[in-house]
């Protein structure tokens, strides 16, 4: 029995597109986007960030060494949010109805900037009980400390958790831990699959 949902965060929540930050970052600093797409792919800038090796002070510093620029700390971090589409692709009435009886955990490889604007424009971020955000823990998916930490958030066994991800791989990481785990396709998948484990939310 289901005890505990967990939701992954973006593109199962909220779609995001990094192509938007590339092409705004490069009216900043006269790079194509494509050459600041291979930078930072080269850089592992991100992957540090979302592990929470620095803070975003110092995101920023080492992102303009890499793009050669000045950005004022306001626009940075609008230019840095701005891959986040405006809709999300779970209704906020459905994860609010799911915690009227269940409990829910969001898990995600994600960054302070990020999950800090996201909390305070997306609704659908407040009906969590737990969030375990790889900045926070250290650790991103699919390392299993990430996923030992969600089920110790979870408060239950792992087979009495189900969560969703939209990287095979990260799903793969959580079955690794005991988890019940499906990638995320779409909405209307989903919500067959957690009505399939009896969790409701009408």
């Not at 949902?5 to 995001?16: E, Q, T, W, Y």
């Not at 490069?26 to 803070?55: M, Q, T, V, Y």
């Not at 490889?109 to 990020?114: G, L, R, Y």
């Amino acid at each position: 029995m289901i005890r505990t949902v967990i939701f992954d965060l973006g593109r199962v929540l909220v779609p995001f597109d990094f192509q938007i930050a590339y092409e705004l970052m490069s009216r900043r600093c006269g790079l194509e986007p494509a050459e600041i797409k291979r930078r930072f792919s080269n850089s592992k800038l991100a992957h540090g960030f979302e592990s929470g090796d620095f803070d975003e002070f110092e995101f920023q510093r080492r992102v303009e060494e890499l793009l050669e620029t000045k950005v004022e700390a306001g626009e940075f971090r609008n230019i840095w949010f701005s891959v986040f589409h405006p809709h999300t692709l779970i209704p906020e009435s459905m994860v609010a109805g799911i915690r009227k009886n269940f409990r829910t955990v969001l898990l995600s490889n994600t960054n302070p900037i990020h999950f800090t604007m996201l909390y305070e424009r997306y609704p659908i971020l407040q009906h969590f009980d737990a969030y375990i955000l790889s900045h926070e823990v250290g650790a991103m998916k699919p390392l299993p400390s990430i996923y030992q930490a969600a089920i110790a958030a979870a408060g239950c066994q792992p087979e009495e958790c189900f969560f969703t991800d939209d990287v095979a791989e990260y799903v793969e990481g959580a079955r690794s831990a005991g988890i019940d785990a499906v990638q995320f396709q779409s909405c209307e998948q989903i919500q067959q699959e957690l009505k399939a484990r009896g969790v409701y939310w009408e």
